[in-house]
């Protein structure tokens, strides 16, 4: 429920800043590889979470069902940092020559919008450590712990919406000090920016590892890849050139 009302907040919002601009001009392919992403990853990925991995768990271990009991913070704090640490690794393998084809099509968007959220090659979030961790550590933790463990998920999946939306403070602000802002992850997606901001939640990574943009103004054009392969290769087959 906290995840569908903040998307719709953000969508309103998105509404009240330029009215329907960004949506009118979203050019069809683009209609049809945000929806498909959204389909994906609001509804098959959660599913697989508890049909692949809890599921296979259960028959590889099943004496490890909610061994790990831990306080409810913990749990939180598991989902929220540990798992954002991770995936800032991930994310910057991602943009590696080898794997970039299956993460370039997130790039093409050409405006930060919440509806490119997920935008995706449909099999990307296989490649996504957010599948395997969250299905493992739900299957591993219990009681209150694995209850703090889908609070930090649910307050990540929010974020994630968030950041890609254009809904937030000026580059430079406060916040960015802890968070990756939407002005943060804009750099990240901007035209002919370095490589950086790969955070999720924390921008604490980034700042550790030397790969944090600090800017005072928002990018002037979004998107680094031209997107000019076929729409079924970009949802199902993105290797080779792009256009």
Known sequence: MIVFVAFWLLVLATLALDGWQTYRAKPVRAWLLDLAGLAVQG???????????????????????????????????????????????????????????????????????VLGTARNTLWAS?????????????????????????????????????????????PGSLLSLVLITPADHAWHHAAGAEAGNYGANLSWWDRLHGTYLVRDALPSAIGKAAGRQPLWRQLLWPFGEPG
């Open 43 to 113: 509804a098959l990925i959660p599913f697989l979470q508890i049909a692949l991995v809890v599921a296979g768990l259960r028959w590889l271990a099943p004496g490890a069902e909610g061994v790990l009991q831990v306080t409810s913070w913990f749990g939180f704090a598991l989902a929220f940092v540990g798992v954002d640490y991770l995936y800032y690794w991930n994310h910057r393998l991602l943009h590696r020559s080898a794997l970039w084809p299956i993460h370039r099509v997130h790039h093409t968007v050409a405006v930060m919008d």
């Open 126 to 170: 296989f490649a996504i450590v957010y599948l395997w961790a969250h299905g493992a550590l739900l299957f591993l933790l219990g009681g209150d712990g694995a209850a703090g463990y889908l609070a930090g998920v649910t307050l990540t999946v929010a974020f994630d919406m968030w950041r890609h939306s254009a809904v937030g403070p000026r």
